[in-house]
């Protein structure tokens, strides 16, 4: 990339390559097994979402996430027959691909919580939140647009929210991943999943805890 696309892609809402890369491996799987037509490829993508099969996709580059958000749109159509539970699916594959490739230190601390180490119910409960703190924020390092953060539910005094601000250009497609992304790290913290999202404006997703610790 040189330093005219570099420029480019820091402006433009983008997603890293070591989360686009499983999409872009998927779309190829999906063409090569036949689920996807050269036809619906034509129809579905642009030409600059088909110059990505032919080309390397790096993990430490940005790539546009409406690119992101077409080919994912493409796979569940296809792959997932129109659910939004393919695309849970493939974002709990995320959390784990990431984790298992060690390209993040905050999916690392998932093997040493300080909830882990804790007894007694309050004491979880802000452990958790310290947890929950340190590894939301992992966003930024993935998305170069948003903004992660937690809080304790004003709803549910053992509850936490995530809440996802500057949300103007993350897609539904984004959200579900998401969902299943954030899902699979509370299962692997020992907690089962826990999260469901709601766009509550057109900037702003909220991820809110279904039950208590």
Same mark, same amino acid.
Request: hydrophobic share 40%.
């Given at each position: 990339m040189d330093l005219l696309e570099a420029t480019r892609m820091a402006t433009?809402?983008?997603?890293?390559?070591?989360?686009?890369?499983?999409?872009?491996?998927?779309?190829e799987k +999906? %063409? =090569?097994? $036949? +689920? %996807? =037509?050269? $036809?619906?490829?034509?129809?579905?993508?642009?030409?600059?979402?088909?110059e990505l099969l032919e080309a390397e996709i790096l993990v430490s580059s940005w790539y546009d996430i409406r690119a992101y958000t077409r080919i994912n749109?493409?796979?569940r159509d296809a792959v997932g027959q129109g659910s939004n539970e393919y695309l849970k699916t493939r974002g709990r594959?995320?959390?784990?691909?990431?984790?298992?490739?060690?390209?993040y230190a905050q999916l690392e601390y998932l093997n040493r919580t300080?909830?882990?180490?804790?007894?007694?119910?309050?004491?979880?409960?802000e452990a958790f939140g310290r947890d929950l703190r340190k590894l939301s924020t992992i966003s930024a390092s993935i998305l170069n647009f948003s903004n992660w953060s937690s809080a304790p539910d004003p709803a549910h005094a053992d509850?936490?929210?995530?809440?996802?601000?500057?949300?103007i250009d993350f897609p539904e497609v984004l959200c579900w991943r998401s969902d299943g992304?954030?899902?699979?790290?509370?299962?692997?913290?020992?907690?089962g999943d826990l999260w469901e999202w709601k766009r509550v404006a057109p900037d702003r997703v909220v991820f809110t805890m279904h039950r208590g610790m």
């Open positions: 433009t809402p983008s997603i890293k390559g070591s989360v686009f890369v499983g999409v872009v491996e998927a779309l +999906a %063409i =090569s097994d $036949g +689920a %996807i =037509s050269p $036809g619906e490829l034509d129809r579905r993508l642009d030409p600059s979402d088909l749109e493409l796979l594959e995320t959390a784990r691909r990431l984790l298992e490739a060690g390209f300080e909830v882990s180490q804790t007894s007694g119910q309050q004491a979880r409960f509850r936490y929210v995530l809440e996802v601000s500057e949300a992304f954030v899902n699979e790290m509370s299962s692997l913290h020992g907690e």
